[in-house]
């Protein structure tokens, strides 16, 4: 899910739609790594390729370039940030949110490296809805297809906690 402000950008917040975020956990040669895929359904105002368009307005704005190399969000001049509490993580722009519940393994994952890495794509994925299951072979290509992968900007995003 996905609340934007009001504030004057680039782009038109309106054509955002919903953005949604997708986490697993797969191998990788140092072990387990935790996974995010955030994506736009492409249900803005104005269609498909204005959601695409202003997605790519929103992360190119933020210093996230897309298709570019892999970013490190540690740095403090990035304004993304994610928190993972209570077995949800909760991904965050200037103006825009978006959430997801973790499973188990992502959670062990992330505690063991301290990140995870987001693939924030642009290109729109309609069939796969909020609330609704999604076939793992369906999200495999998804997630795996040159076209999703290019279009999105590659981010190492440090896990914070809430402190209590």
């Given amino acids: 899910m996905t609340s934007t402000s009001s504030e004057t950008r680039a782009f038109n ?4 739609g919903t953005l949604v975020v997708m986490a697993w956990s797969g191998e990788a040669p140092d072990g387990d790594m935790p996974y995010l895929l955030a994506y736009p359904l492409g249900d803005g105002a104005g269609g498909p390729e204005a959601t695409s368009a202003a997605v790519h307005a929103l992360l190119e704005t933020n210093g996230l370039p897309v298709g570019g ?4 969000a540690a740095r403090p001049s990035l304004p993304v940030t994610m928190l993972v509490e209570a077995g949800h993580a909760v991904v965050t722009l200037p103006g ?9 393994e992502w959670l062990a994952a992330v505690g063991e490296r301290g990140y995870a890495y987001l693939v924030f794509t642009t290109r729109p994925w309609p069939d796969a809805e909020p609330g609704k ?29 809430l402190r209590g």
Avoid at 69 to 72: A, I, K, N, P, R
Avoid at 151 to 156: D, E, S, V
Wanted: glycine share 2%; aromatic share 4%.
């Fill in 133 to 161: 299951p999604v076939d793992p072979e369906a999200f495999a290509a998804f997630a795996g297809a040159e076209e999703t992968l290019t279009a999105a900007a590659h981010i190492m995003l440090p896990a914070r906690r």
């Fill in 96 to 104: 825009c949110n978006a959430q997801c519940s973790l499973p188990p």
């Fill in 13 to 16: 917040a309106a054509d955002l």
């Fill in 69 to 72: 190399e892999l970013t490190d």
